[in-house]
């Protein structure tokens, strides 16, 4: 299945970061923070002002991006777990 977002909305692919164990103690997964990093996998067309402008979007596929730790809508597309959410949302592009 393809997706592709609609406006300014990105999908993006959660980076897992890797975890470290101190001390022998496990942390189950619940209680493990939500990966802030992620790599964009689809952009949209970008976001459209009320006299009909599109402005391009400043992110495209393949970027590393940091984003807000409540950001963005979980969805599940052939098993795989991703996020879309608006460009506005995107902190940062990684290098």
Known sequence: MTVRPLADRV??????TAEVKKGGIIIPDTAKEKPMQGEVKE???GRQTEEGKVIPMTVKKGDKILYGKYSGTEISIDGEEYL???ES???AIIS
Do not use: F, P, Q, Y
């Open 89 to 91: 949302d995107v902190l």
């Open 43 to 45: 952009v949209g067309t």
């Open 11 to 16: 999908l993006i692919k959660a980076i897992e």
């Open 84 to 86: 879309i959410m608006r």
